[in-house]
């Protein structure tokens, strides 16, 4: 562990600042993934590329989620990949402005906090260590190991970290192929943000887990975590150890992490699975709520915005459609079909004084919706992946995040043709193209059947 370069005086009496912190993998508790950005600049298309010596492996995030922060007034991104390095891109002037390599790929978001002026990133990598870096150089400011090497040692997966309550939680995955060992166990780590110190270990499963999600009910406070098998669990964290407050198994398993309602006097917590189930249980005390189902998987996270003074759950699936869903009750208020699975979760934003919804699909395009009516407002094509097939379900392919800037508002998605894409949303961009639905498939099978239904005879008789 390395403590360098960070003044004493600062790290003992910083206070850690969650307001405008990016401080949870989609930006908070609720996912919403924006970024508000007051005094906005213009900011113009760009599409961001980087040559790397290391070898894709099909199945891993190409490029993760990324974290966005305000530096001097400009919005900066972080994002990381199956390349083992974080970047840090200046949005406004388009330019790199470090790069940090770790030593394995970084398949889960970063996430930003401000000690007394001074931005702080911090990233999992399945390296298996936790990297504290100054968000403005990329000086690395502490490292913690959270699991030790082995000979034996196989797959790493850690997730995205999560400021909260001024503590650091991040939650791994290691699995040891040796017999004596036979270590198959995911940990909850609890760490001092100032300096890395480890605080405790929970261990909380026997497979791959979700980001923790923290979040406020009964006037407690909790973290939520998902285990693939299904397995949710809530843990009380006003005390000084975690204490586990209540679980929940999920029918099929899961992929992403809970999103969480606030603003409301019992939040509910809603989280998605395989086969299309959309849960949302009481964030309290972890009792069902409601329940809808969809015609196909989620496999990414919901998130929860306020329309119109309504909490609304928005959320994709892998039957090609967008879901909107009053939070208290389940209630459908639309349900959008698109040109293709849709795989990420959600971003919901203001774009330019509308409303709106972000969301990627397996049509190679990220699709703009009316938030309130669902309507698709515009569609971009973001390329085809560098390999030949995308398996459902296999991981968690990054998401897109937007910053709010009024008529400046744009997108950031690193997409999986392993290209990062600035994108304007309110004005021209080269990427846009005309929107697609199921809808407009089936028209068009039709015309072809009619088509060919037309000539057949001709060319039937000419035979």
């Known amino acids: 562990m390395r403590l360098t370069l960070f003044t004493t005086g600062v790290l003992l009496t910083a206070v850690l600042r969650t307001q405008a912190d990016w401080s949870a993998s989609r930006g908070s508790a609720q996912g919403t993934a924006a970024l508000r950005w007051e005094n906005p600049g213009a900011l113009e298309e760009w599409h961001y590329a980087w040559k790397t010596q290391v070898r894709y492996k099909p199945g891993l995030a190409v490029w993760a989620s990324p974290a966005l922060a305000l530096l001097d007034g400009r919005p900066v991104a972080f994002i990381g990949g199956f390349d083992q390095t974080l970047h840090a891109l200046d949005l406004s002037t388009k330019r790199v402005l470090w790069r940090h390599m770790s030593n394995a790929g970084i398949s889960a978001a970063p996430v930003t906090g401000e000690f007394q002026g001074r931005c702080i990133v911090f990233i999992a990598s399945n390296d298996r260590t936790l990297y504290a870096l100054d968000a403005r150089t990329g000086t690395v400011l502490w490292t913690r190991e959270l699991a030790p090497a082995s000979p034996s040692l196989g797959d790493a997966d850690f997730t995205s970290p999560l400021l909260f309550g001024g503590r650091l939680y991040v939650a791994g995955f290691v699995y040891d192929r040796a017999l004596a060992r036979s270590q198959q166990r995911a940990w909850l780590y609890v760490l001092d943000p100032a300096d890395g110190r480890l605080l405790q270990r929970l261990e909380?499963?026997?497979?791959?887990?979700?980001?923790?999600?923290?979040?406020?009910a009964g006037g407690k406070t909790y973290i939520a975590i998902a285990a693939r098998k299904g397995l949710l669990q809530s843990f009380a964290v006003d005390g000084d150890t975690p204490q586990r407050a209540w679980t929940f198994q999920m029918p099929h398993e899961v992929l992403g992490a809970p999103a969480v309602e606030t603003g409301v006097p019992e939040p509910v917590l809603v989280l998605g699975s395989k086969y299309g189930n959309l849960i949302a249980l009481d964030a309290a005390t972890g009792r069902e709520r409601w329940k809808r189902m969809a015609g196909n998987w989620f496999d990414n996270s919901a998130c929860i915005g306020q329309l119109d003074g309504t909490n609304v759950v928005f959320a994709g699936s892998h039957d090609y459609a967008v879901y909107a869903l009053r939070a208290a009750d389940g209630s459908l208020?639309?349900?959008?079909?698109?040109?293709?699975?849709?795989?990420?979760?959600?971003?919901?934003?203001?774009?330019?004084?509308?409303?709106?919804?972000?969301?990627?699909?397996?049509?190679n395009h990220l699709h703009t919706l009316d938030a309130r009516t669902?309507?698709?407002?515009?569609?971009?094509?973001?390329?085809?992946?560098v390999w030949d097939k995308i398996n459902k379900g296999e991981n968690r392919w990054g998401s897109p995040v937007v910053i709010e800037a009024g008529p400046s508002t744009a997108a950031l998605y690193g997409s999986f043709n392993a290209t990062v894409y600035l994108l304007p949303l309110a004005a021209p961009c080269s990427l846009q193209a005309r929107a697609r639905s199921?809808?407009?498939?089936?028209?068009?099978?039709g015309v072809v059947a009619l088509a060919f239904g037309l000539t057949l005879p001709v060319l039937t008789r000419r035979t």
């Open 204 to 216: 909380i499963g026997n497979g791959f887990v979700s980001e923790p999600v923290g979040y406020t």
């Open 333 to 363: 208020l639309w349900r959008q079909p698109l040109g293709g699975e849709v795989h990420s979760a959600p971003a919901f934003f203001d774009l330019n004084g509308t409303p709106a919804v972000l969301v990627a699909a397996l049509d």
């Open 374 to 385: 669902g309507r698709v407002l515009t569609s971009y094509f973001t390329g085809r992946p």
């Open 438 to 445: 199921v809808r407009g498939l089936w028209i068009s099978l």
